[in-house]
């Protein structure tokens, strides 16, 4: 659908080496920031593997373009001289071990056409080594043209593989094993599917390599010793993304081509000129430090810029930082944040009354908090005084919705009056909640911020 985009995109007739001199209002059409949007959420979303798709996707970081060389040579290497490699991809998740495994076989398949045939498997989809070696021998027949038979045993199915490989190393043709969630394999009894190919590749009448990827970076102390001798122990380790990273990141993904390849060239150098600009902006760059703060993997970032590009204003064309902000406040969603925005008047009381109690270390059973309660009414005599009944309806409100939770872990009984709890939200979420609810008075605030809690 978005290629039927593109194709439409001719009409407002921008040439691909249009100049980047005229305004905002010229160079930015319909048309343009359609094809635009189109072409960066393909990149985006991940270019479908294959060799037809290497165009779209966005040049590498220096650690992935160091790991992407190495296992392009290490495959090239099975391919051309026949040796039988096997390596093992670790990195955190959202790390890039697929992608750069897929963009490894897309360059195989461009340069040794023909003579490479991946089979793909998934420690997750194949839960049992039967089952996986069901697949293995189901795509083996898939890419050879033959007929698959269900009903084969395992034992047979082995007896295929190795003869597959055989016929392939003949016709120079090498096989990639690509084991995603590669722990999965190590752990099962026996590790029989490991073993067996493995032990096939030992034999220099086939032609294969085994590429595993795991997010465990021990994996390969999972090996038993019969299958780990017969592995080359090579491992090339993903590591997270530095900040300077994510900003080089952003920079790749954010880049519209200005070589000709992207028709509305002008548009192009408009929109990266004013990527560049905002990148830069202060508030930007404190916005993606505080998303990265916990996870700094690559596909988070990506995420986040899809979900800013979904937020561009059309009739602008161009980026900016509310659409970061709006991107990254979806993404960092706080349930604790929102049920205290929506919390009544009496349930921040005894939410604030609560937390007094644990500043002074007293105990924190219903009766207690609702004296706590009154105590701070009497004092200050407000408006919002409620009745004791009232009082504990808010107080099972505030169970209900998980904010507080009876200590002894316990479900509700007839006692909850007396029985301890303890609240499941912290200072700083307890003020910015006061904070950002409408209806929570400023005494409120005040008693929260100056009585108890230095
Ligand atoms: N240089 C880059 N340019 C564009 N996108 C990138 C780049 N590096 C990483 N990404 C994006 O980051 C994401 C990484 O996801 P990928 O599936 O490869 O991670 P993974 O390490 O295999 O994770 P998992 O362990 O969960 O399988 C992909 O969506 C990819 O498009
Ligand atoms: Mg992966």
């Known amino acids: 659908m978005e290629q039927q985009d593109n194709a439409n995109g001719s009409l407002d007739g921008g040439g691909g080496g249009g100049g980047g001199g005229g305004g905002a209002g010229e160079v930015v059409t319909p048309a343009a920031v359609r094809d635009g949007i189109a072409f960066l959420r393909r990149r985006l979303c991940g270019t479908p593997p294959g060799a037809a798709n290497l165009h779209c996707s966005s040049p590498l970081l220096p650690e992935q373009d160091r790991n992407f060389r190495h296992l392009q040579q290490l495959m090239a290497e099975s391919v051309e001289h026949g040796y039988n490699n096997s390596v093992l991809l670790l990195g955190p998740r959202g790390c890039g071990k697929s992608m750069i495994l897929e963009q490894v076989l897309a360059h195989l398949e461009l340069q040794f056409k023909d003579r490479v045939s991946p089979v793909r498997l998934n420690g997750l989809l194949h839960a049992d080594d039967r089952c996986a070696l069901k697949e293995i021998a189901k795509q083996l027949c898939m890419d050879h043209h033959l007929v698959f038979s269900k009903t084969a045993s395992f034992d047979e199915n082995l007896k295929f593989l190795i003869t597959m490989l055989k016929e392939c190393a003949l016709s120079h043709k090498t096989v990639i094993f690509v084991l995603d969630e590669f722990d999965l394999f190590a752990q099962r009894a026996k590790q029989r599917l490991l073993y067996n190919l493995l032990d096939a590749m030992q034999s220099n009448l086939t032609q ?102 979904c937020n561009l204003d059309r009739a602008q064309g161009v980026l900016s930082f509310a659409n970061f902000k709006a991107a990254s406040n979806s993404l960092q969603r706080q349930p604790k944040l929102e049920a205290l ?20 270390e007293q105990e924190t059973n219903f009766n207690a908090i609702y004296k706590e309660y009154e105590h701070l009414q009497e004092a200050h005599r407000t408006s919002d005084h409620y009745s004791r009944q009232v009082s504990l309806r808010a107080f099972e409100h505030l169970l209900e919705r998980e904010l507080i939770v009876f200590y002894d872990g316990r479900g509700r009984g007839n006692t909850s009056e007396f029985r301890a709890v303890e609240l499941l939200i912290s200072n700083h979420e307890l003020q910015e909640g006061l904070k950002s609810n409408s209806v929570c008075p400023v005494t409120l605030q005040q008693w929260f911020l100056h009585e108890a809690f230095k």
């Open 208 to 309: 294969a390599a085994v590429v595993g990827l795991s997010c465990r970076l021990d994996a390969d102390q999972l090996l038993e010793k019969r299958v780990r001798s017969r592995f080359s122990n090579r491992k090339l380790l993903f590591l997270p993304l530095s900040f300077e990273d994510v900003f080089l990141l952003l920079h790749h993904v954010l880049m519209l081509p200005v070589d000709g390849s992207f028709m509305h060239g002008a548009y192009a150098r408009y929109f990266n000129e004013n990527t560049v600009k905002f990148l830069k902006q202060e508030n930007m760059v404190e916005l993606i430090r505080q998303f990265t703060a916990l996870d700094l993997s690559p596909r988070r970032v990506v995420d986040l810029v899809f979900r800013a590009l």
């Open 341 to 360: 925005q929506n919390a009544s008047v009496l349930e921040l009381y005894l939410l604030v009354s609560m937390k007094r109690l644990e500043g002074k």
